[in-house]
């Protein structure tokens, strides 16, 4: 069993920077990919991006790409995210997943953290 706890997420401007992290326990996280979906109000969640455990792989989605970057540290067992020029239709409820591969990412889930970016 893997336990995420997402921090990081808050109110941010058009334009702006937030970074997420996601710190694991309960099993080594270099085990695991590992990755961020998102879920905006009266939408469903979407994939944002993937890290094998290894770190060496990456995937993101087409709206992200140049702007967000994950990097992970499987010594301190974390996963961030550093989000740049940030839109307001971001604005969404980021979820920390982690899964045995790249494909099944999505097995295990973070409560969430909020993030809102103004107009």
């Known amino acids: 069993q893997v336990q995420l706890v997402e921090s990081g997420g808050g109110l941010v401007q058009a334009g702006g920077s937030l970074r997420l992290s996601c710190a694991a326990s309960?099993?080594?996280?270099?085990?695991?990919?590992m990755g961020w979906f998102r879920q905006a109000p009266g939408k469903e969640r979407e994939f944002v991006v993937a890290?094998?455990?290894?770190?060496?792989?990456?995937v993101y989605a087409d709206s992200v790409k140049g702007r967000f970057t994950i990097s992970r540290d499987n010594a301190k067992n974390s996963v961030d995210l550093q989000m740049n020029s940030l839109k307001p239709e971001e604005t969404a409820v980021y979820y920390c997943v982690a899964g045995s591969n790249m494909a099944t990412i999505n097995h295990y889930w973070g409560q969430g953290t909020q993030v809102t970016v103004s107009s």
């Open positions: 309960g099993r080594t996280l270099s085990n695991y990919a």
């Open positions: 890290i094998s455990y290894g770190g060496g792989t990456t």
